[in-house]
């Protein structure tokens, strides 16, 4: 099985982690996707944190 990281997702705006999800260990760049934000009330791009 693939080695996998728990990532936690941050809104680019609001700076609120809104989101969990797993990555493979073999990327070295940040995750973005964009999500919906509760605290904002819109999609916004949310960017892996550390």
């Known amino acids: 099985m693939a ?6 997702m ?5 700076l609120s982690r809104n989101y969990t999800t797993h990555r ?3 990327k070295s760049e ?3 996707l964009k999500k ?3 605290s904002c ?4 791009l949310h960017k ?3």
Do not use: D, F, H, M
Not at 3 to 8: A, D, G, T
Not at 10 to 14: F, K, R, S
Not at 41 to 44: E, F, H, I, S, Y
């Open 3 to 8: 080695k996998q990281n728990k990532v936690i």
């Open 10 to 14: 941050a809104c680019e705006i609001c």
């Open 24 to 26: 493979s260990k073999n």
């Open 30 to 32: 940040r995750l973005q």
């Open 36 to 38: 919906y934000c509760p």
């Open 41 to 44: 009330g819109k999609a916004t």
């Open 48 to 50: 892996e944190t550390k």
